[in-house]
């Protein structure tokens, strides 16, 4: 069997009298994180691992941030599933294990303005120390495919699970524009419902190259998941 880890949400900062302290924001939850904790859920933001590999990782991170003598990695990690701030998918193969990881995950589009790209091209430049070159190269990176377009368009017209995302490409819906046409599109009959759609989209012929298109845009840091 395969089990796979990945993160769900965004970080943010908090400031009080104290300073400053991380949280977590779920389905707009707001949940206070310790320091292995914190490092756990940044080993798995933006990433889709094994326990191995998520153990190694805090083990570098831990001793990079001083933040060693904890209890072990496994411990936290159960924790965190359990609050559901990262969550786990099972399966017979990374294949398996991938899909009960994300179907019931909600994809969000990572948005940020002109003004926030442009700062983050000047500090790999000025700052990590990045040539030009390389710096646009990895703008240029952002470009999406059709599929990676297709996905990101139907996200931002609605809040859409990758199972819902799957059945729209599999029923070639593109116009989610209101309430009424995304109910159409995704609930048009008596047996389907938000909670076992993820089991019927897995027999859709489309289902893999969609599942590995959120999986890619996730990767490349263009949307995160959340978990409703």
């Given at each position: ?65 001083n933040a060693t003598g904890y209890m072990g990695c ?64 990895v703008f240029r990176n952002e470009s999406l495919s ?83």
């Open positions: 069997m395969t089990s796979l880890y990945t993160a769900v949400g965004r970080f943010e900062r908090r400031t009080n009298e104290n300073g400053q302290y991380p949280v977590v924001i779920v389905n707009r939850n707001e949940y206070m994180v310790d320091i292995p904790e914190m490092i756990i859920w940044t080993c798995l933001n933006w990433r889709i691992l094994e326990l191995p590999q998520v153990e190694q990782l805090y083990k570098n991170m831990a001793r990079s941030a496994e411990g936290y990690v159960e924790r965190l599933v359990q609050r559901g701030l990262i969550v786990s998918g099972i399966g017979g193969d990374g294949g398996d294990a991938l899909y009960d990881l994300l179907s019931d995950l909600y994809v969000i589009p990572v948005t940020s303005g002109i003004f926030v790209k442009i700062m983050a091209f000047l500090k790999f430049i000025f700052i990590n120390g990045v040539t030009f070159r390389k710096a646009k190269e059709t599929a990676e377009k297709r996905v990101i368009d139907l996200a931002r017209q609605s809040q859409l699970s990758t199972a819902e995302v799957m059945k729209c490409v599999e029923t070639d819906v593109y116009d989610l524009s209101s309430e009424e046409k995304v109910m159409s599109a995704l609930y048009d009959d008596d047996i389907t419902t938000c909670d076992n759609i993820g089991c019927y989209a897995k027999l859709f012929s489309k289902q893999r190259p969609v599942l590995e298109t959120v999986a890619n845009l996730y990767l490349r840091k263009l949307i995160i998941f959340e978990r409703i």
